[in-house]
C-alpha cells in the first residue's frame, strides 16, 4: 500500500502505477542488433536471428551469438549504430510527465544494457532497467550474459519481462505495457486492453490470438494515451 511521505522528507512517494516498457523498437526506432546484423556483420554470416525464428536456439543465445560475432570491430563502431537507434526524443519529458502522475517507467529488455544504460544515460533519464548486462572486450566483441541472480531471469529471454509485470501488479493500482516484438507477448497478456500497447511483430502476434491492443509508433504517444495530450 502507497503512503504519503511524511512532511519535511525528501523521500519520493511510492508510485501507484506502473508503464512497463520495452526498449528497442519502442523507446527507440530500431532495434540495435538489427543495426548490428545490417552493418556490421559481414555477408555470409551464421544467421543466428533466423536460427531464433526458426526455434533453434533461444532469443537470448541468438542476440549474444551477434554481438560475439563483433570481435574484429572497434568499440567507437558500436557506438556509432547506438546513436542511430533513435531514441524518442520526448523521452525525457514523457517519463517526468508519468512520474507527476504516480506513474513509475519500468525498462524491460531482452537486449543489453551496455547501449540501454548509454541512450538513457545520454538523455538525462535515470530508470529502473532490466536488461542484460554486457561489456565490450576488444577482439571478442559485445559481451551479454543473463543477469544471473536477478528475481527476473529467464532461459529463453534473459530477463523475465512477464515476471516484472507481475511484480508490479502486485504492488500497483495498475500497470500498462508496451512492446514491439514476440518476446513482448507474455508480458503483453497480462495487462488489460486499454492498457496493452503494441506495435509491429507485437501487434501482429496479438492480433493473431485475438487480443486487442492499442497502437502506437512512438514512445511518446503511450504517454499521450495514459496521462492525456
Ligand atoms: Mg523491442
Known amino acids: 500500500m502507497a503512503t504519503d511521505p511524511s512532511p519535511g522528507t525528501d523521500q519520493?512517494?511510492?508510485?501507484?502505477?506502473?508503464?512497463?516498457?520495452?526498449?528497442?523498437?519502442?523507446?527507440?526506432?530500431?532495434?540495435?542488433?538489427?543495426?548490428v546484423a545490417e552493418r556490421l556483420l559481414p555477408p555470409g554470416a551464421t544467421d543466428h536471428w533466423g536460427d531464433y525464428r526458426a526455434g533453434r536456439t533461444t532469443h537470448?543465445?541468438?542476440?549474444?551469438?551477434?554481438?560475439?560475432?563483433?570481435?574484429?570491430?572497434?568499440?567507437?563502431?558500436?557506438?556509432?549504430?547506438?546513436?542511430?537507434?533513435?531514441?524518442?526524443?520526448?523521452?525525457?519529458?514523457?517519463v517526468e510527465r508519468l512520474a507527476a502522475h504516480g506513474i513509475e517507467t519500468v525498462v524491460v529488455s531482452a537486449g543489453c544494457s551496455w547501449y540501454i544504460d548509454r541512450l538513457l544515460g545520454g538523455a538525462g533519464v535515470d530508470l529502473e532497467v532490466y536488461a542484460n548486462p554486457g561489456r565490450f572486450v576488444p577482439g571478442q566483441g559485445l559481451l551479454m550474459q543473463r543477469p544471473e541472480g536477478s528475481r527476473f531471469v529467464s532461459h529463453d529471454l534473459g530477463v523475465d519481462k512477464a515476471?516484472?509485470?507481475?511484480?508490479?501488479?502486485?504492488?500497483?493500482?495498475?500497470?500498462?505495457f508496451a512492446?514491439?516484438?514476440?518476446?513482448?507477448?507474455?508480458?503483453?497478456?497480462?495487462?488489460?486492453?486499454?492498457?496493452?500497447?503494441?506495435?509491429?511483430?507485437l501487434a501482429a502476434a496479438a492480433a493473431a490470438e485475438?487480443?486487442?491492443f492499442r497502437p502506437f509508433e512512438?514512445?511518446?504517444?503511450?504517454?499521450?494515451?495514459?496521462?492525456?495530450?
Open 179 to 201: 512492446g514491439d516484438g514476440w518476446p513482448d507477448l507474455d508480458a503483453a497478456r497480462l495487462v488489460p486492453a486499454e492498457r496493452r500497447f503494441a506495435r509491429a511483430d
Open 60 to 94: 537470448f543465445e541468438a542476440l549474444q551469438r551477434i554481438f560475439a560475432a563483433l570481435g574484429d570491430r572497434e568499440e567507437a563502431e558500436l557506438l556509432a549504430l547506438v546513436d542511430e537507434m533513435g531514441l524518442d526524443e520526448s523521452l525525457a519529458s514523457g
Open 210 to 212: 485475438g487480443l486487442e
Open 12 to 35: 519520493a512517494p511510492e508510485p501507484r502505477a506502473a508503464l512497463v516498457t520495452d526498449f528497442d523498437g519502442t523507446m527507440t526506432r530500431r532495434d540495435f542488433y538489427s543495426l
Open 218 to 229: 512512438r514512445w511518446s504517444q503511450i504517454v499521450d494515451a495514459v496521462v492525456g495530450p
Open 163 to 176: 515476471a516484472v509485470v507481475r511484480d508490479r501488479l502486485a504492488r500497483r493500482e495498475w500497470v500498462a
